[in-house]
């Protein structure tokens, strides 16, 4: 009784917090961009955007456990579409909250064998050379281009989300010869089923050269990259769910890294910002891990998906709004 | 369980380097961001005035401070961040430094071991990621300003 109570209450309380998000009040925000602000004294109001981008990102932190996904992908299209912070910022902070929610889960993943290193050596190598290259391409471009292709590839990641589906554990005939030659295998106990299962991948070539498109796309909108790197692991080169879902966690510790540094040279990296985003989202991930026991997780999908489907088109609006073009 | 699903020991060798980092990155970050923000240390742009930097593209923003507090001849990119640690704001460049180069240290430990056990081409690998990190961490690959 007592828990379904709390089960009602959490996901009341995550349904508030979106519908809150979702409100056309948070579109104010982003007219503050447009706004000319003359530095003619300080502004005695300063504390109130890193205050509030601490409550919201709390709030992303338990919906993103909940639903799924990683921080880094709710954080850029919420914070970049609803916030006056530039978008050059909002990449930057994005990479570290990705970069930190992978420190964090990394050595235990690796300790408990779910996330291979030898699966990620490889992959990690070119996901990170290309990483470099999204994020100097991305601080190069016009904002507006930026904006617009981070609203299309927000609106793609819907429709992963919603068609993509996942294999406990692939059938792989045969190992190809390059990750036999790499020694890409492993065994890991699934609890569930009491068994040992012995795991090797296939399409090896395949599945490094979309690494491409996956580095270059987490360093340009510095989104993370847990979305793509699921379904390439998974479904094209065969490993494991656990596998897949541990290896890409602990992936994003390295082509993350890879960009940030990026960010960090370049000067696109605000502490006001950025210590308030990765508090909030800890913090929010250790409530969320608490609500998961009792949230119904295909609600928590459902409302994730409507979330980044709003924020992408809000993406597109401002990339088109810049460019003379207005769609509302 | 059986021994073949424990870990190996390079994974465990760079898990243990990579917590480490993690938890020194973060609890320097906490207290870094204390100093800057509670104004026990200055800071180069007041905090009552970073609200009207932030709106703008980041080579507007550099330019900005450079022109109104630093006075420099270049703009503040690459590393020169470190000759700002004496500012509260500038000081939190530092943990963001921390997690963002422990991975580096993580791929020169495990590469010994790999080549001990000549696993030649994962070394090669672990060498060539490390360049590739050092590569970016260097400031050598500088974006166009928009």
């Known amino acids: 009784m007592l828990g ?5 209450a959490g996901i009341l309380f995550v349904a508030l ?7 056309p009040v948070w579109a104010l925000a982003s007219e503050v961009v447009t706004m000319d602000q003359i530095p003619a004294a300080g502004d005695p109001g300063w504390w109130k955007w890193p205050v509030i981008l601490l409550f919201v990102t709390f709030v992303m932190g338990i919906i993103a456990v909940l639903g799924g996904v990683g921080g880094g992908v709710l954080f850029v299209p919420i914070i970049g579409g609803f916030f006056p912070f530039h978008l050059d910022f909002v990449r930057g902070a994005g990479l570290l909250v990705a970069l930190c929610g992978a ?3 990394g050595p235990g993943l690796l300790k408990a064998n779910l996330a291979s290193l030898r699966l990620a050596m490889p992959v990690a190598l070119i996901a990170s050379t290309m990483a470099i290259v999204g994020a100097m391409v991305g601080l190069a471009l016009p904002t507006h281009i930026v904006q617009l292709a981070l609203g299309g590839t927000i609106l793609g990641i819907v429709a992963i989300m919603l068609s993509a589906k996942k294999s406990t554990v692939p059938h792989v005939p045969q190992a190809d010869a390059l990750s036999t030659a790499l020694r890409i295998t492993g065994v890991f106990y699934e609890p569930t089923t009491k068994e040992e299962i012995n795991w090797k991948i296939h399409r090896t070539i395949p599945g490094l050269l979309s690494f491409i498109i996956i580095g270059f796309m987490a360093g340009m909108f510095g989104l993370g990259a847990g979305w793509a790197n699921v379904p390439v692991l998974n479904l094209m080169m065969g490993a494991p769910l656990k596998i897949s879902v541990a290896t890409s966690k602990f992936l994003l510790s390295i082509t993350d890294t890879s ?10 990296m605000i502490p006001m910002m950025v210590v308030p985003s990765l508090i909030g989202i800890m913090l929010g991930s250790f ?7 009792v949230a119904k997780p295909t609600f928590i999908r459902w409302m994730v998906i409507a979330i980044l489907l709003f924020a992408g088109l ?15 | 369980m059986s021994q073949n699903t424990q870990a190996t020991e390079e994974q465990v060798l760079y898990a243990d380097i990579l917590e480490k980092g993690m938890y020194a990155g973060l609890g320097l970050m906490i207290i870094t961001f204390a100093l800057y923000v509670l104004g026990i240390m200055p800071s ?10 932030w709106s703008q593209p980041v080579h507007d923003y550099l330019v900005a401070i450079n022109t109104n507090f630093l006075h420099w001849e270049t703009l503040p990119t690459g590393w020169s961040w470190m000759k700002l640690l004496g500012y509260g704001d500038f000081l939190n460049f530092l943990p963001v430094a921390i997690l963002s180069g422990i991975t580096i240290v993580c791929y020169i430990v495990i590469t010994p071991g790999l080549f001990a056990r000549k696993d030649k081409a994962m070394a090669i690998m672990a060498i060539a990621e490390a360049v590739i990190l050092t590569l970016a961490a260097s400031g050598i690959l500088s974006a166009g300003g928009h």
């Not at chain 1, 940030?260 to 370049?266: D, G, M, P, Q």
Request: hydrophobic share 55%; proline share 2%; with cysteine.
């Open chain 1, 17 to 23: 917090m979106c519908a809150i998000m979702l409100s």
């Open chain 1, 314 to 328: 809000k993406a597109v609006q401002k990339g088109l709004s810049t460019m003379g073009i207005n769609l509302f």
């Open chain 1, 103 to 105: 420190l964090a889960a």
């Open chain 1, 287 to 293: 409530v969320g891990v608490r609500l998961l026991k």
């Open chain 1, 259 to 268: 960009a940030a540094w990026i960010y960090l040279n370049n000067g696109a």
């Open chain 1, 4 to 8: 379904n109570i709390k089960g009602k």
């Open chain 2, 44 to 53: 180069i742009v007041p905090v009552d005035e970073i609200s009207i930097y």
